[in-house]
């Protein structure tokens, strides 16, 4: 479904990935996992067009996307759920959520895939008329993955949702993201909570330095003693 191959960015003169190869295969959830500064946000950015890449090629279900800008990226099914949530904070929850319906592809469609979003997050439905600052951590990070949610992706990248929150809030975070899956939404998942995203990923990546050193079924990832030792803090 998504492939990356030999991917570099660089911010100006300085180069933060190194020939990234990758893939996400149709409805499945893959982990990228690495140190901060390791490039991941960069990566994402690089996949859902807001930064563009210095060489390699990106493709999704077959068709090159790499130099395409965001919005196109997005009509084609890709919904990037950004670092730090980035909503309007002086706008409604509802309004926040509706500003990631814009696309022509889904706007007729726009109350129906709220509704489905309000039954996911029943919360935002009882505080559709909030303040997006005045809500909690996480249920900004529940209006943050809503938006995503808008534009019916395909494909979501979901950069960091738990960071920041308090543990019962991630564990929900987690169940969020299953049910997600469970929908068949291929999810590009980078998290902190290592041990959790290896248990619900299907494979993951380890990213250092911006080059991928190790990349395998989650499973086995579990097992293997860089990730313990790195990660898990075994
Ligand atoms: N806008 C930017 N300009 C210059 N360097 C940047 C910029 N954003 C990130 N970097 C650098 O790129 C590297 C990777 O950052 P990032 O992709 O945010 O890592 P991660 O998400 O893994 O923590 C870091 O060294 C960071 O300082
Ligand atoms: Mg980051």
Request: aromatic residues 4%.
């Amino acid at each position: 479904m998504l492939e990356v191959e030999n991917v570099s960015t660089m911010y100006g003169r300085i180069q933060v990935l190194w020939d990234v190869s990758l893939a996400v295969r149709e409805g499945e959830t893959v982990a990228l996992v690495g140190a901060n500064g390791a490039g991941k946000t960069t990566l994402l950015e690089t996949v859902s067009g807001m930064l563009k890449p210095a060489s390699g090629r990106i493709a999704f279900r077959g068709k090159r996307i790499d130099g395409l800008p965001s919005h196109a990226i997005v009509e084609l099914g890709i919904s990037h759920i950004p670092e730090g949530r980035r909503l309007f904070p002086e706008m409604s929850v509802r309004e926040n959520l509706e500003m990631g319906a814009y696309l022509a592809r889904v706007w007729k469609d726009k109350q129906e895939i709220l509704d489905r979003v309000f039954q996911l997050f029943p919360i935002l439905h009882a505080r559709q008329g909030q303040l997006a600052r005045t809500l909690s951590g996480g249920e900004q990070q529940m209006v943050a993955m809503g938006r995503g949610l808008m534009s019916r992706p395909s494909l979501l990248v979901i950069d960091e949702p738990s960071s920041g929150l308090a543990p019962l809030v991630v564990d929900e975070m987690f169940r969020i993201i299953e049910t997600l899956r469970g929908e068949g939404i291929a999810i590009l998942l980078i998290e902190q909570n290592v041990q959790q995203t290896l248990e619900i990923a299907t494979r993951a990546y380890v990213l250092e330095n911006g080059r991928i050193t190790l990349e395998g079924a989650s499973r086995d990832l579990l097992h293997e003693d860089l990730i313990k030792k790195a990660y898990l803090g075994l």
